[in-house]
């Protein structure tokens, strides 16, 4: 399958600063991704859907302004968390797919960003 | 509106014993379901989907599923577990007309030898 990588793998940055995240698509192009943020022991939360050349789509209750998204090129996302405080602390995790090809339903995960925030 | 249940916060099965791990869809149209697995720390690795055709799917790993539309299930099985297919299992379904995927709140796997 098609590879997404995500990078840091974890970040430990203090309070009030802002941490961005990566996600890249390595071989092919990610028309649309998502961020997802996931609570211990809990399920994916969709956080926003970006696409390629737009603006993200924010899910109901997401602060746009605090998570900042931009899709620049169809194999970059980039997710920044501004102003971070420590309940943003959590595992952060993109997917990517590219709805163009056939087999588009499938989305490929990175592997994940432990942010803490002291 | 769209939804995915898992009833079972965890399931424990003994090594060679077949495995079946639940889940429930509520989606308007005909659905397209997909079971991911997660290891600790890490992203989500696909395993297996139903778009259409066949109502018994074969993924990864041994694992299959089969949709039934009139139970609006897609239960995850495997007929022999391994204690490494102990995780965090994902069950998650996208309707027709929408790029969004819903998961539901998982099920850990604990297979013992």
């Known amino acids: 399958g098609a590879v997404v990588s995500q990078h840091p793998s974890w970040v430990i940055c203090k309070s009030g600063t802002s941490v ?8 092919f192009q990610a028309t649309t991704m998502f961020w997802y943020r996931q609570f211990p022991k809990q399920s994916l939360m969709l956080m926003a859907t970006s696409n390629e050349g737009s603006k993200a789509t924010y899910e ?31 595992f952060y995790i993109c997917s990517a797919r590219d709805l163009v090809a056939e087999q588009g339903l499938e989305a490929f995960f990175g592997q994940g960003t432990r942010l803490t925030v002291v | ?57 074969k993924g990864s790993y041994g694992f299959e599923a089969e949709f039934n539309k009139s139970q609006t299930s897609f239960h995850l099985k495997k007929p022999s577990a391994l204690v490494s297919d102990s995780a965090l ?8 007309n929408t790029d969004k995927l819903i998961f539901g709140t998982g099920t850990r796997l604990q297979v013992f030898p």
């Open chain 1, 20 to 27: 961005k995240i990566e996600c890249r698509s390595l071989d």
């Open chain 2, 1 to 57: 509106a769209q939804s995915v249940a898992q009833p079972e916060d965890q399931v424990n099965v003994a090594e060679g014993n077949p495995l079946t791990v639940k889940c429930t869809y509520s989606v308007s149209g005909n659905p397209y379901l997909f079971w991911y697995v997660q290891y600790p720390n890490r992203g989500l690795q696909f395993l297996l989907k139903y778009i259409t055709g066949d109502n018994l799917v």
């Open chain 1, 60 to 90: 109901q209750g997401v602060e746009k302004d605090k998570f900042l998204i931009n899709h620049a090129s169809l194999t970059l996302s980039t997710l920044t968390v501004t102003s971070a405080h420590p309940e943003d602390s959590s």
């Open chain 2, 89 to 96: 299992y994902f069950c998650a379904s996208q309707s027709y």
